[in-house]
């Protein structure tokens, strides 16, 4: 059984352009995927914990090769629970909306819990890094207001794209598709053709 985790990363929800293109996928995607599970994380509503003191001892706890004593087994279980949903999945699809050029706190909050030693990743002297999460894809489905693709001249503003792609492909999952949805704050001459794009580009992906 296909199993798909969609996490969403908008607060603006009916509003939202990321996430109406999130959820063109996701329809398409049950139709051909009729046994598929899908396991929805609006990360708005979650109860993300704080990256505290017990949690970044047990980090460095792991990191040394020692195991997580004292209140710091509790913190660690919450990052390991956290991890098993996340590696749960088959597939990964995001609905990531662009916040001052790069992504909103809550996503990166997230990706802050998730990525671990010995969770997500790991690291040895010979090797260096290498990602646990592999064998995974994952869809990408951004929304921005203005346009800074290739080619608009605005490619250097875009760290939305490149700081979510770097992390998933620093715990493994490498293979990724992008839906972009862009300049959402143009008239409407502009923006609805583009949307219709991002919207027919999610169904065809799934």
């Not at 929800?13 to 051909?32: D, E, H, L, T």
Request: net charge negative; hydrophobic share 45%; aromatic share 10%.
């Amino acid at each position: 059984m296909s199993r798909l985790l969609y996490i969403e990363a908008s607060p603006r929800k009916q509003r939202s352009v990321s996430i109406r293109v999130a959820q063109a996928f996701i329809g398409a995607w049950r139709q051909a995927n009729p046994d598929g599970q899908v396991d929805e994380l609006d990360l708005w509503s979650a109860d993300l914990p704080a990256f505290d003191q017990d949690m970044l001892d047990a980090k460095y706890a792991v990191m040394r090769g020692d195991s997580p004593q004292g209140t710091q087994v509790a913190a660690w279980n919450r990052i390991e629970r956290l991890a098993d949903r996340f590696k749960a999945a088959d597939l990964y699809l995001f609905s990531v909306p662009m916040w001052n050029f790069s992504l909103p706190y809550v996503l990166k909050h997230y990706f802050d819990l998730l990525i671990q030693p010995g969770i997500t990743f790991a690291f040895s002297p010979e090797d260096g890094y290498s990602g646990l999460v592999t064998g995974r894809r994952a869809v990408l489905a951004y929304a921005r207001g203005g346009a800074y693709s290739e080619g608009t001249g605005m490619e250097d503003y875009d760290l939305q794209t490149r700081l979510l792609e770097q992390l998933l492909g620093f715990i493994g999952v490498t293979e990724v598709e992008r839906i972009v949805a862009e300049p959402m704050l143009a008239g409407k001459e502009i923006a609805e053709p583009a949307l219709e794009q991002a919207l027919r580009r999610a169904q065809q992906l799934a």
